[in-house]
């Protein structure tokens, strides 16, 4: 069964800083992942997605994603943040197979202090 | 470009209520789902719809029914509400089931049983 951890409920980081949220997956084919945001009171926004090839990903606002398959890990990141990236991140993963089903996890609370 | 419209934003039900949540796309998308939210726990897929005509349980589609009514539309009925569906729910869409498309959310419904 496919699955993703989301290992952190919130990260803090500096206006400035470059930030890092976490994401591991366990699927039974070849993974499709995804990283969307939610802002406050508002619908989840699709950020970028990995399906195969580089194994870096750009995405909006300036995010990147970076997919290792030894580590089961598709983690988000930013090289300079911003007050504004402020939100609930979450990751997704889709079972390669051709399953209709895109499992997310729980996610993570981004807070970016100026 | 409205996206994905979801109706009512708000509801409050009395223990034993029905409701209809409402949820209308203008992408011409092939799939759309039903999510809910509940804190902590991520997004969890109650059902989904691959195409016009077919219908799908996902997670905890428990206490739930669904209707595609076209290609635009997919409600989601609550028979005979509990405080356990207390969350907030949305609609998305896709282009396809298939493979690595991204989701397009809706701006959600927030149900309150009481």
């Known amino acids: 069964a496919q699955s993703v951890a989301q290992p952190e409920d919130q990260v803090n980081v500096a206006e400035g800083n470059p930030l890092t949220v976490k994401c591991t997956y366990s699927?039974?084919?070849?993974?499709?992942l995804f990283w969307y945001v939610q802002y406050p009171n508002r619908g989840l926004q699709f950020l970028l997605k990995?399906?195969?090839?580089?194994?870096l990903v750009k995405g909006s606002y300036g995010f990147e994603a970076e997919f290792n398959k030894s580590q089961t890990s598709f983690h988000l990141k930013k090289p300079s943040a911003l007050v504004s990236d402020s939100a609930l991140y979450f990751c997704?993963?889709?079972?390669?197979?051709?399953?209709?089903?895109?499992?997310f996890g729980a996610g993570t609370r981004l807070f970016v202090k100026a | 470009n409205a996206g994905v419209t979801q109706t009512p934003k708000f509801q409050v039900l009395k223990t034993g209520q029905s409701m209809t949540l409402q949820c209308a796309q203008d992408?011409?998308?092939?799939?759309m789902y039903w999510y809910r939210q509940d804190p902590g726990m991520g997004l969890r897929l109650i059902y989904y719809?691959?195409?016009?005509?077919?219908?799908d349980k996902g997670e905890v589609p428990n206490g739930y029914n669904v209707s595609r009514l076209n290609k635009r539309e997919f409600s989601l009925r609550l028979e005979s509400a509990a405080p356990s569906q207390t969350s907030v729910y949305f609609c998305?869409?896709?282009?396809?089931?298939?493979?690595?498309?991204?989701?397009?959310f809706g701006s959600g419904t927030r149900l309150t049983v009481v």
């Open positions: 998305a869409s896709s282009e396809s089931g298939t493979e690595y498309y991204g989701y397009t």
């Open positions: 699927v039974s084919g070849n993974p499709y």
């Open positions: 990995y399906i195969t090839g580089d194994n």
């Open positions: 997704a993963v889709r079972d390669g197979t051709g399953g209709f089903k895109t499992i």
């Open positions: 992408m011409n998308h092939n799939s």
């Open positions: 719809s691959a195409s016009e005509g077919t219908t």
